[in-house]
């Protein structure tokens, strides 16, 4: 559908983000970043994920000098707080029952940075999201799958997950960490990718 017309690097060490580049038939190399996930005091959510995915972006490109690296990173926030991937399971538990029947956010931004071709591309997408209600049950059943523990959220649309969700409101693609039609439209207008026409 896509190919890549100038080196490109995925930061990321996500399975889903580098499924969604192989399904366009994107040629790319993966190198997660190794970045500290901290939002400092104050940061608004848009504000931090812009500015984790520009640091993921910028670690990589350190060691890939002329190659155009996209990074991104993602979170759920809850009445104006952050709540990233769950420490244990318990934690997973306590955070489904705080979503359960409630309306939140997902934020993921991205970067597109390469400094020798003087690239740097850095934005942030929300989706907004409605569980259903739910008991601790269903809880802790969605939890002993596993698939809860490295997601921001302690979920995964894509998978499992999508039963507890009733309604979204915006990028599916973004919810699941990578919000397509936006970094695409960048990566074509910055002649990293153009449409395959055969």
């Known amino acids: 559908m896509y190919r890549t017309c100038l080196p490109l690097v995925l930061a990321s060490a996500s399975p889903r983000r580098r499924r969604f580049l192989e399904q366009l038939g994107l040629a790319f190399t993966v190198e997660a970043a190794d970045v500290a996930e901290n939002a400092a005091a104050g940061e608004e959510p848009d504000a931090f994920v812009r500015r984790l995915a520009l640091e993921k972006a910028q670690a990589v490109a350190a060691r890939h000098p002329g190659e155009v690296v996209v990074a ?23 955070m489904l029952l705080r979503l359960a029947g409630r309306s ?24 907004g999201v409605r569980f259903v209600d739910f008991d601790r049950a269903t809880a802790l059943a969605y939890v002993a799958t596993g698939e809860p523990l490295d997601k921001a959220g302690s979920y995964g649309i894509q998978g499992r997950g999508g039963c507890l969700i009733q309604r979204i409101d915006g990028s599916y693609s973004n919810v699941v960490g990578l919000p397509l039609a936006e970094l695409l439209a960048d990566l074509a207008a910055l002649g990293v990718v153009e449409t395959a026409t055969a």
């Open 72 to 94: 991104a990173d993602t979170v759920v926030v809850l009445g104006g707080e952050i709540l990233g991937k769950p420490g244990d399971a318990e934690a997973a538990v306590a």
């Open 104 to 127: 939140h956010a997902v934020w993921t931004g991205y970067a597109v940075y390469c400094a020798e071709r003087r690239i740097e591309v850095v934005r942030a997408v929300r989706t």
